[in-house]
Structure formats: C-alpha cells, structure tokens
C-alpha cells in the first residue's frame, strides 16, 4: 500500500511518534492506522517522542578514561529519583565510553553513532531507554580529551575533566577535588578575554562606594580589585583547596603542566522543574 504524506502526519497527531517512525509503522501495518498506533505503542515509541516536551533539568555528569584520553558528559532526565537509578547511571557511563571511544564531533553526531555495547543507533537506544524508564532523557554536551587524562564525579552532580602534560595520578586527582570545590574558569590570566576583564572594569567602577573619591585613585583601586577577581577566576591563581597558603601554580611547580579542564555542574543554566505535589497527587487521583 502506498503510504501518503497525509497518513504519517494523521499518525503524527495522533501518537506523537516522530516522522521516521511513523512512517515505518504505517509499512509494517500495511496502511492500517489502529495497528499502526498500536506497533508505535508496543515499541514505546509513542509514549518517548510525548515525553520529549517535558524540563529535563535532573541528570547525572559521568565520565570515562582510557589510555588515549578521557570523556564527560552530562545527561538529564526529569527527576532525581530517576538520576540514582541504577539503569539510568549505566547509560550516562555507557554514553560517556562511547564518546571517548568513537570520538563523535558533538552531541547529534553522538546520537547517530552505533553504540559500542548494544550496537543500536543511539538514539534508537535513547528512545527505548525513555519508554522503559518512563521520563524524558537528553543528551546536554559532552567533552573529550586525549593524552593524559584524570577526572573525579562528586555525586554525579559536579564533574571535572583534567588534561595533563604528564601522568601523575596523585595530584592530578588533587587537582581535580580542587576544581570541583573552588569552581575555577580559567587555567592562568593568559586565558581570560579582553572583554571580560572590561566588563568586570566598567562594573567596579560604576559603584558607589568610588564615586566621591579622585579619578586616579578610582583606577589604581578598581585595578586592584580587577586583579584580585581574575585571580580568583584563574586555577593557578587559586590557593590549593588543602592548603590555602599555597598556589596552585606552586603546588604543581616542576611537575606538571595544566592543558586543559572542563568543570560541568549538573543543570547549570537549565530551567528547573517546579512541581506542586499537592496537586499533583491530586491529579492522580483525579480531583
């Protein structure tokens, strides 16, 4: 039977199901929407592309190292609940292994991949996932270094990814706990934008506790501040978290040079669910 453009948006509607699926379940069904609603069903299909709409702000950061290099990634779902699950936690370690491993270009690279362990295109895997956990996952961003390579996971909440010059598994695990704790942005001052520095500038000297006092003491007041903010931006810069009377920079003196890090805190900028429980327990019971 000849499947129309007609007939999958009419399926469309109806289930939610995306394009592509629908299509294919119109084949298989030989045209027949009912039987075609209910393959869409029975692969959970339906019930994952509806869910899509919903906030996925939850999620764990998970990673994964090997020899040639590490991977993080952030993946959200709807609900704490769902974040400790221990199926949930497989898949974002699982998702972790295949970006280091086939080292895709971003994230709708990833979900185009075959992954690794099932080999099942990912999304594919993604969709089944959702329809049996029952809440909308997304894929957020992901980063990936190669070389040496060390990162720490505090409660799949707050992830950092560390890249080395060298392999010294001891204080780049210091490192590590460090940018996780003081939430550093930037490696040295070398790093931070013009722009950046302008805008902290223009804001200094804009407040009012300077207004009253002579222009060139305003500056060399202002500057000091400046400096002492990038500072704290800067990871070098920083006291060592477990020793706050020495540096960063005079901690890994001589022994090893900072690349790179990424620091991914869950959620960050997402806009978070509100749910009223009340109501929504009143809902369920159809109040």
Do not use: W
């Amino acid at each position: 039977m000849n499947i129309t453009a007609q007939m999958v948006k009419e399926l469309r509607d109806k289930t939610g199901a995306g394009m592509m699926d629908a299509k294919k379940a119109l084949v298989e069904a030989d045209g027949d929407m009912d039987k075609a609603s209910e393959i869409l069903r029975q692969k959970g299909i339906a019930s994952a592309d509806k869910k899509m709409g919903r906030i996925a702000a939850e999620g764990r950061v998970e990673s994964y190292v090997d020899a040639n290099g590490g991977a993080m990634i952030e993946v959200n779902c709807e609900t704490d609940f769902v974040a400790k699950n221990d199926e949930f936690k497989e898949l974002a370690k699982g998702l972790a292994e295949n970006v280091e491993v086939q080292k895709p270009a971003d994230v709708d690279a990833l979900l185009g991949l075959t992954c690794a362990h099932c080999g099942k295109v990912i999304a594919d895997a993604l969709k089944e996932k959702i329809a049996s956990i029952g809440e909308k996952i997304t894929v957020r961003r992901f980063v990936r270094y190669e070389g040496n390579v060390a990162t720490y996971i505090h409660n799949g909440k707050i992830g950092v990814l560390l890249h080395t010059d060298v392999k010294n598994d001891e204080l780049a695990n210091d490192l590590c706990l460090h940018i996780a704790s003081c939430a550093p942005q930037f490696v040295s001052r070398d790093e931070i934008p013009q722009s950046v520095i302008d805008e902290e500038t223009r804001i200094e000297m804009g407040k009012e506790d300077l207004q009253k006092k002579p222009e060139a003491i305003r500056g060399k007041i202002v500057e000091g501040r400046i400096n002492k903010l990038m500072a704290e931006r800067c990871l070098l810069d920083q006291g060592f978290v477990k020793d706050p009377n020495q540096t960063v920079a005079q901690l890994i003196e001589g022994k090893m040079k900072v690349l790179g890090f990424t620091r991914y805190e869950l959620g960050e900028g997402l806009e978070k669910r509100q749910d009223n429980f009340a109501e929504e327990v009143m809902s369920q019971l159809g109040a």
